[in-house]
C-alpha cells in the first residue's frame, strides 16, 4: 500500500500535518516514559513474583498484605508475626522518593492500592504523606479534612508526614501572603 500526501510548502495543511506529527511522537514519549516507572500491580506480583523470587517469598509477602485492610478500623489486623520491617506503600507513591529510601533502609516495601492513607506501618499506624504545595492545596479544598476523618475512623494511630525540602525554608505561607 502506497500513500501520497501532497502538501504546499509553508501551508496551514503542512502545519497542521507537522503539528499532528509532534502531538503523536510527544505521546508516544509519554507513554514510554510512563512506562518505565510504572508500578507493577499487586496481582501480577501475588500471581508472578519479581524476577528471581521464589513462590515461597511471593507467598510470605501476600500473607502478610493480606494481614490489612484500608477500610476496616486499625487496619484491619489479623495476627501475623513479624520477621522484617515491613511498609505497606499506596503504588501512586512510589513517584516520590520515599519508597526508594526505605528500601534501601532494608524495609520490604509492599506496593498496593490504598483506600485511606499512603503508607501502613502496622495494622494500627497509617501515615498520609504530603508536600508543602500538596498541603496548601488540601487545606484550601477541605479534602485533607476527609482524608483525616477516615483516618481517625480506621486507625489508632494517624499520621500526618510533611514533607519539603531541606535546602529551603520551611513556611506553610506563600511567599506573597503576609
Not at 113 to 125: A, H, K, N, Q
Request: aromatic letters at 8%.
Amino acid at each position: 500500500m502506497r500513500i501520497y500526501f501532497l502538501t504546499h510548502a509553508e501551508s496551514i495543511e503542512e502545519q497542521q500535518y507537522l503539528g499532528s506529527v509532534r502531538r503523536e511522537k510527544e505521546a508516544f514519549e509519554r507513554l514510554i516514559q510512563e512506562s518505565s516507572v510504572m508500578s507493577i500491580p499487586l496481582d501480577v506480583v501475588t500471581r508472578k513474583g519479581p524476577p528471581g523470587a521464589d513462590d515461597e517469598d511471593v507467598n510470605a509477602n501476600t500473607q502478610y498484605l493480606r494481614t490489612f485492610s484500608s477500610r476496616i478500623a486499625g487496619g484491619g489486623s489479623r495476627s501475623v508475626v513479624r520477621k522484617e520491617n515491613k511498609v505497606i506503600v499506596d503504588m501512586r507513591e512510589f513517584r516520590s522518593s520515599l519508597p526508594g529510601i526505605l528500601h534501601a533502609q532494608s524495609f520490604v516495601v509492599i506496593p498496593c492500592t490504598l483506600e485511606i492513607g499512603d503508607y501502613i506501618l502496622s495494622p494500627e499506624v497509617c501515615v498520609e504523606r504530603k508536600s508543602i504545595a500538596d498541603l496548601i492545596q488540601s487545606f484550601s479544598s477541605g479534602r485533607l479534612f476527609n482524608q483525616v476523618e477516615k483516618m481517625l475512623s480506621s486507625y489508632k494511630t494517624p499520621v500526618l508526614l510533611i514533607e519539603f525540602d531541606e535546602a529551603k525554608a520551611f513556611s506553610l505561607q506563600a511567599s506573597g501572603s503576609r
